[in-house]
Every structure is written in C-alpha cells, then in structure tokens.
C-alpha cells in the first residue's frame, strides 16, 4: 500500500547485535537508544527495491485507503516511524555495518545465493 509522507525506519540483525554488544561493553543505565538504519524509507521503496533485486515485477501500489489491513495493522501504518540514530552512534560508537535498506537487501540476497 502506498500512504504518501510515509516512511519508516529500519534496521538490520546484525546491526541490533551491535548496538546491544556496545550497549553491553559502555553500560549507561536508563538511557534509550533509536535502534535503526541510516534512511527511513516509504514501505513501497523497499519492496520495489527487493523485488528488482530478485528480478521480479514490482508489486501494484495500492492506496492506503484501499489496502484490507486488521485493524490493528491499520494502526501501526496510519503514522510514520521516522527515528534518529544520532545516540548509538555518538555515544556508543556503532558504526552500522547496513546503513540503508538497499545495503542490507543486498547483503541478505547475497547470502542466501552462495549457499
């Protein structure tokens, strides 16, 4: 579904581990970390993105509006979750390893072909 302004903010595995690891190794308790990449991006970006990837047609965008959601995902969807990662990097020195969707989808197609 496409929502125009939306986007979210993601992040990849590996890239938890390393904020927890350096969490773990520069202990400050109480303080909250924004755990995500680099780009927030619209939703429809990112599977347009991982279905070229994959050689595959990117799917139909279907209005907000339109989209059949349980209301809960409908929920979740009505706003943007756009984070700052300025703290884990700043404070806990994480230099993310996917700082962008298309880094990480890549990565992950990757690695699923050479096995």
Do not use: W
């Not at 302004?5 to 520069?26: K, P």
């Not at 927030?40 to 989209?67: C, I, K, Y």
């Not at 959601?69 to 979740?76: D, E, K, L, N």
């Amino acid at each position: 579904f496409v929502k125009p302004g939306q986007v979210f903010s993601r992040i990849h595995v590996e890239d938890i581990a390393s904020v927890l690891e350096a969490s773990v190794a520069q202990p400050n308790p109480g303080a909250i970390y924004n755990v995500c990449d680099d780009y927030p991006a619209p939703p429809q970006d990112v599977l347009g993105h991982a279905a070229e990837l994959l050689g595959l047609p990117v799917p139909a965008e279907v209005p907000f509006d339109e989209a059949g959601m349980t209301p809960m995902a409908r929920s979740f969807y009505s706003d943007s979750k756009r984070v700052r990662n300025t703290r884990i990097k700043e404070e806990l020195g994480v230099v993310l390893k996917y700082p962008n969707y298309r880094d990480a989808l890549k990565a992950m197609l990757d690695e699923e072909t050479a096995t």
